[in-house]
Nanobody, 126 residues
Framework: QVQLREFGGDSVQPGGSLRLSCVAS????????MGWFRQAPQHAREFVAG????????SHADSLKGRFTISQDNAENTIYLQMTNLKPEDTGVYYC???????????????????WGQGTQVTVSS
């Protein structure tokens, strides 16, 4: 079992930055993959970024490359999402996800992730 807790959601002005954190609590080994998804009001949930925590590459949504960066601290079972130059369209609930599947890629396929956090709200508004 894995429990995920997200931290760092806030309200910021356009052009601002935020760093989200997600801590994975587990009684066994850490998840093989972890990632971030987001859901804007009246929109479907979408992939933001992901990583294979055992040394695989990171992956970012093409539209967010250059502004959003995922990183990890394996010692703390934590991933981060650094978000810069935030825009109003980045507003939404940001969810942390984790995968216990060894075949996971850290990519955008939701079916690879079997654990989800409750989400943290990010609001970008002037």
């Amino acid at each position: 079992q894995v429990q995920l807790r997200e931290f760092g959601g806030d309200s910021v002005q356009p052009g601002g930055s935020l760093r989200l954190s997600c801590v994975a609590s587990t009684t066994t080994i850490r998840p093989y993959c972890m990632g971030w998804f987001r859901q804007a009001p009246q929109h479907a949930r979408e992939f933001v970024a992901g990583t294979h925590t055992y040394g695989g590459p990171t992956s970012h949504a093409d539209s967010l490359k250059g502004r959003f960066t995922i990183s990890q601290d394996n010692a703390e079972n934590t991933i981060y999402l650094q978000m810069t130059n935030l825009k109003p369209e980045d507003t939404g609930v940001y969810y942390c996800a984790a995968s216990s599947f060894t075949y996971c890629s850290g990519g955008h396929w939701e079916y690879e992730y079997d654990y989800w956090g409750q989400g943290t709200q990010v609001t970008v508004s002037s």
